[in-house]
Antibody
Framework: EVQLVESGGNLVKPGGSLRLSCAASGFAFSNYAINWVRQAPGKGLEWVSSISSTSAYISYADSVKGRFTISRDNAKSSLYLQMDSLRADDTAVYYC????????WGQGTLVTVSS | EIVLTQSPGTLSLSPGERATLSCRAS???????LAWYQQKPGQAPRLLIYGTSSRATGIPDRFSGSGSGTDFTLTISSLEPEDFAVYYCQQYFASPRTFGQGTKLEI
């Protein structure tokens, strides 16, 4: 069974940093691109970032470019999102999701940016 | 950036009825890189349809997708009580990936 478990969400002040993690199991993690998608409270879905299976290709939404860094450790079947210079509009549930078509999703982790 | 516009914003139907949800792209998706997701309250989204018309694993055949170019449709042939949720389309033809704003399907 495919499982994705996000962690690291918390309350942080504007300008602060946070590192999210996504632990994967039940599939060949190293063979798949992985993505972060977020959802602000009561709002729709927004793609944040993607990383290819070997980390050769990385892309970001304009809204987070220069502030967020995606990475992965295939040996640990884990995905990360380093979030710096956080702003109030980064407040959202952050999901990790697999592949090009976002086949599988974790349950999400809540990031709240507030003073 | 490709903008996806979903209509209607809210669709009120009853179990057993047919639901037709629309997703219009601001430019042509010249390949079939469009997906549909279902999201229930408090849950993560779930992939229903990819490649415009292919059902994801475990998705019942009452769900079907169609379309081409800029106009795409998700059809639920006969609504079951568990189908009432929010539905999103998403294009993976071009970066950035974009989602529609969602259609809420309510009883």
């Amino acid at each position: 069974e495919v499982q994705l478990v996000e962690s690291g969400g918390n309350l942080v002040k504007p300008g602060g940093s946070l590192r999210l993690s996504c632990a994967a199991s039940g599939f060949a993690f190293s063979n798949y691109a992985i993505n972060w998608v977020r959802q602000a409270p009561g709002k729709g879905l927004e793609w944040v970032s993607s990383i290819s299976s070997t980390s050769a290709y990385i892309s970001y939404a304009d809204s987070v470019k220069g502030r967020f860094t995606i990475s992965r450790d295939n040996a640990k079947s884990s995905l990360y999102l380093q979030m710096d210079s956080l702003r109030a509009d980064d407040t959202a549930v952050y999901y990790c999701t697999t592949g090009i078509t976002f086949d599988y999703w974790g349950q999400g982790t809540l990031v709240t940016v507030s003073s | 950036e490709i903008v996806l516009t979903q209509s209607p914003g809210t669709l009120s139907l009853s179990p057993g009825e047919r639901a037709t949800l629309s997703c219009r792209a601001s430019q042509s998706l010249t390949s079939t890189n469009l997906a549909w997701y279902q999201q229930k309250p408090g849950q993560a989204p779930r992939l229903l349809i990819y490649g415009t018309s292919s059902r994801a694993t475990g998705i019942p055949d009452r769900f079907s997708g169609s379309g081409s170019g800029t106009d795409f449709t998700l059809t639920i042939s006969s609504l079951e009580p568990e189908d009432f949720a929010v539905y999103y389309c998403q294009q993976y033809f071009a970066s950035p990936r974009t989602f529609g704003q969602g259609t809420k399907l309510e009883i």
